[in-house]
């Protein structure tokens, strides 16, 4: 039992911590009632301002402009509704970096969240499931990881989660946050598990899309979808026939899983069915006649299924499909007997990465509703027709890696929409037709890889000069090209791995991000920032290429080429062009210029420091003399330089700027540069490069001695014994042989033009 003053003492005590409590209750609450206006929004967002900042210190998007001396309902980026509360936060594209900021909930009024395409890292903070009046919530373009958490937001209409990093199931926030979902996007990511066990409350959703992801098991459908996307995942099994219910489909994508077996007839009962994808699979080569009563179908995707044999007779009769898809499936014949060369609405076809033999189908001239022809990668051969050129609406023609033969013809110079034209890795002849100028829509043009002879024709000066035509007829298409299997591999052959602004992004393409290229380039928008001719001053103007390297062209580059400013990469390498490079080439706006294995002679023009975009620049193995330019030191943005094997070539390399951070290699066999001892002293990489060869001087005589001896020991052994002896009888002697000549090659090279200078010295001498 207590005493008296023990239990007066307790009842004080506890009546005191009643009394706590209930003031600290009171505070929160008023806290609560406080925070629920537009003077503690304006705090919430100028905490959130200062965190941003915090975090970026440099290229501070519009929050910058956040202050006190205005209502938040007029700052940048912000939306108030009806009672003047903060309801909308679009920092969309507004470069910050770090955390999510962990407050968002504060603002009590918040239905509209946009953090999408930033660099956003790590997890979703707790917080950000408070955020109980969310409706709509992007996340989408940054890197933030960790398991999927949202679910406290039962309000959610749209969740767009695209392009990061998170992991795990997603049984976490599904089906909590069903309730009111239309749109939910979480491709692109790294989730795991199966998705017919948490989608089932998600009764209002249209829009969906899990592609790119790692998922499994069965498949998970809803009446009321309208776009579904499981693409790129790891889905297996025959696809189940109850996907007929969802009678509102516009857009099913069900390729790059494991799906095997037939498909089902009853997709062909969704009428309202325009884009179906079924590609990159390994279905039975039957395809249901009731696909054919799908009449509103524009887009039809059956590639890489390895199918084989001929193309499917069934092809040919969905006269209703504008885009049809069917590369890499090994098909060998059937182009003709198909009827698919007959279709009427057809606009896109592809047939590429398939064996195809004997002639190009010269049919295809006949339909010219074509816009898009992709034939690349067969066995094709033969020439190619002159009746091409009748296809007035082509804007993409891509005949590359067959065994063509005989000349381009002229008259694809009648192609005026051509923006697109590769005839790479083939047996072409003859000269380049000068009626290619009359393209004048044309920006990709790659012959790389042919046997083509004559001179760069003056009139190639035209091509890209009115290509706004094309580009505002594209605008104005209401055909929508929905990104399908193919659409990557035409963008990795359209822009070479070897251009710098692109070849990071060749390891993390999507199908989507694929698309969104190819959009920008079909209607005029550039993907990445030129210069102006002779500034740093950039822009987004549409740029293109000229790849010519792999032929036999020969003659003077001709000085019209300056005037083609819609050219940013220009590739001659391994050709014979000679004489001196004109200076107009500096008129252009190039980012890569490879002029390797040339013989072309005469100064470098030092007009070339104007291009200030410049990042890759090539002109080894070729017989340039005179001062080395100093502009050249200029080129600030240049990653990528070889001036190796220009032996004639003098001057001095400065010891800072931007050619003083490239190494040695880079200068090879080219004895009369001198070069910063740093250069000189640097270690090797590793290369095959002949070792012997460096940049000091030695006595004239004691070179032209040992270069002859050395020549005549060196021909006699490798000649007689190496040829007649070990290369007959040891297979692996053979092959160290033959890489050892392509080494004495550029030995002798070197020393040729070496001695001859040599000698060239003495004799003015004397």
Not at 437 to 446: A, M, P
Not at 710 to 726: A, D, H, K, L, R
Request: proline fraction near 4%.
């Amino acid at each position: 039992m207590y005493s008296n003053s023990e239990a007066d003492s307790w009842r004080l005590k506890f009546c005191s911590s009643i009394l706590v409590t209930l003031a600290v209750m009171t505070m929160i609450k008023a806290d609560v009632v406080y925070g629920d206006s537009i003077d503690t929004d304006m705090e919430v967002l100028l905490s959130l301002k200062a965190f941003m900042q915090q975090h970026n210190r440099v290229n501070q998007g519009q929050y910058s402009k956040w202050n006190q001396s205005n209502n938040p309902c007029e700052w940048p980026r912000i939306s108030c509704n009806d009672e003047q509360r903060v309801s909308a936060v679009d920092l969309s594209d507004s470069e910050i970096s770090g955390e999510v900021f962990r407050n968002f909930s504060a603002l009590t009024a918040l239905s509209y969240l946009d953090l999408s395409m930033n660099t956003l890292h790590g997890v979703i903070p707790e917080d950000l499931s408070q955020c109980q009046s969310l409706k709509y919530l992007n996340l989408s373009h940054n890197i933030l990881d960790g398991e999927l958490k949202l679910q406290g937001l039962n309000q959610l209409e749209v969740l767009d989660l695209a392009i990061n990093r998170f992991y795990g199931d997603m049984n976490i926030s599904f089906p909590g946050i069903c309730k009111n979902l239309v749109v939910a996007n979480v491709s692109s990511n790294n989730f795991t598990g199966r998705i017919d066990q948490h989608f089932d409350e998600c009764l209002n959703l249209q829009y969906f899309d899990l592609s790119s992801n790692r998922f499994s098991g069965d498949l998970w459908v809803s009446c009321s979808l309208v776009n579904l996307d499981l693409s790129e995942n790891e889905f297996s099994g025959e696809i189940a026939k109850g996907i007929s219910n969802c009678r509102n489909l516009v857009t099913l994508n069900l390729g790059g899983n494991k799906f095997t077996g037939p498909i089902p007839s009853e997709i062909g009962s969704i009428s309202s069915l325009k884009y179906l994808f079924l590609e990159n699979n390994t279905f039975s080569r039957v395809i249901p006649e009731s696909l054919l009563n799908l009449s509103s179908l524009v887009s039809l995707d059956f590639g890489r299924n390895n199918f084989g044999g001929d193309v499917q007779e069934i092809f040919g009769r969905f006269t209703q499909v504008k885009f049809l898809v069917l590369h890499s499936n090994s098909y060998t014949g059937g182009i003709h007997s198909s009827g698919i060369l007959k279709l009427p609405n057809v606009s896109r076809l592809d047939l590429s990465y398939n064996k195809f033999t004997g002639s190009l189908p010269v049919e295809i001239a006949q339909k010219s509703s074509f816009k898009y022809l992709f034939l690349a990668y067969n066995h094709f051969s033969g020439t190619i027709p002159p009746e091409y050129g009748n296809l007035s609406h082509l804007q993409a023609l891509n005949l590359s890696s067959n065994s063509l033969s005989g000349p381009i013809p002229p008259t694809v110079g009648n192609l005026k929409s051509l923006m697109f034209l590769m005839l790479a890795n083939n047996l072409l002849t003859g000269p380049i037709p000068k009626e290619l100028g009359d393209c004048t829509s044309l920006l990709w043009l790659n012959l790389s890889n042919n046997n083509l002879t004559g001179i760069i024709p003056a009139e190639l000066k035209n091509i890209g000069t009115n290509v706004g035509p094309t580009f505002e007829s594209n605008n104005q298409d209401k055909d929508r090209i929905v990104a399908g299997s193919g659409v990557c591999l035409e963008i990795q052959r359209w822009i070479p791995a070897d251009y710098p602004s692109f070849s990071f992004l060749y390891k993390i393409l999507t199908r989507k991000s694929c698309q969104n290229m190819q959009d920008q380039l079909f209607k005029g928008n550039g993907l990445f920032p030129i210069c102006v001719a002779g500034s740093t001053i950039r822009t987004l103007q549409i740029s293109g290429y000229i790849q010519l390297s792999g032929n036999q062209l020969s003659g003077q580059v001709p000085p019209e080429i300056g005037e083609m400013q819609t050219i940013s990469m220009l590739n001659l390498a391994f050709n014979k062009f000679y004489g001196e490079l004109p200076a107009e080439i500096g008129q252009m706006t190039l980012v890569v210029l490879n002029l390797t294995k040339n013989s072309f002679s005469g100064q470098i023009p030092m007009e070339i420091g104007n291009m200030k975009c410049m990042q890759n620049l090539d002109l080894s193995y070729n017989y340039f003399s005179g001062e080395f330019p100093p502009s050249l030191n200029s080129l600030t943005e240049l990653s990528k330089f070889n001036i190796s094997y220009n032996p004639l070539i003098s001057g001095v390399i400065p010891a800072s700027g931007q050619l003083a951070t490239f190494d040695k290699q880079s200068y090879l066999g080219d004895p009369l540069l001198i070069l910063p001892k740093f250069i000189v002293n640097s270690k090797d990489n590793g290369d095959t490069l002949p070792k012997f060869i460096d940049n000091s001087t030695d006595d004239e005589d004691e070179v032209i001695r040992n270069g002859f001896y050395n020549s005549m020991g060196v021909g006699f052994v490798v000649g007689f014994w190496g040829v007649c002896g070990s290369l007959i009888l040891i297979r692996s002697w053979r092959h160290s042989y033959f890489c050892f000549l392509n080494l004495l090659h550029d030995w002798l090279y070197l020393r040729v033009a070496w001695i001859r200078q040599k000698l060239k010295d003495i004799l003015r001498r004397s």
